[in-house]
């Protein structure tokens, strides 16, 4: 099984640059990728003229269960909001914490070696988590 975990990194890892590439074509500057505190992690941290926005990366292999971004539920939302704000209080964060905070899905699913790619701006807005 320990090959299965590589297999998810390096999925994984494409998955992270396919969408760190697709927002840096859309006029975004990555900041971070895969930002740690504690247990929390935040795949992707961006500034772009509308803000800072945090994202989550999903990707996955063709298959026929629910698309990627479906499993970005309210329990993983609620930690990527708590990261965010472990953010906006660091050092590398602060500079930013006046601007508007936006958390972002990517979702990617592979077929063979074709990627569909799909962009969720604002996916989620935390005051409802």
């Known amino acids: 099984m320990e090959g299965n975990g590589n297999y998810r990194g390096s999925l994984g890892k494409k998955g992270e640059d396919i969408a760190c590439s697709l927002l840096e ?3 975004h500057t990555i900041l971070e990728r895969n930002w740690r505190c504690g247990h929390l992690e935040i795949d992707i941290i961006s500034i772009a003229p509308d803000g800072i926005h945090f994202v989550e990366v999903k990707t996955r ?3 026929v269960q629910a698309p990627p971004q479906e499993n970005v539920g309210r329990a993983k939302q609620a930690r990527i909001v708590k990261a965010a704000g472990q953010y906006l209080k660091s050092g590398k964060g602060l500079p930013y ?3 508007e905070c936006m958390f972002d899905v990517v979702a990617i699913t592979f077929k063979g070696d074709e990627a569909h790619t799909e962009w969720i701006p604002q ?3 935390p005051i409802y988590i």
């Open 97 to 99: 914490g006046n601007l």
């Open 25 to 27: 074509g859309k006029g």
């Open 61 to 63: 292999r063709m298959s």
């Open 123 to 125: 996916a989620y807005i």
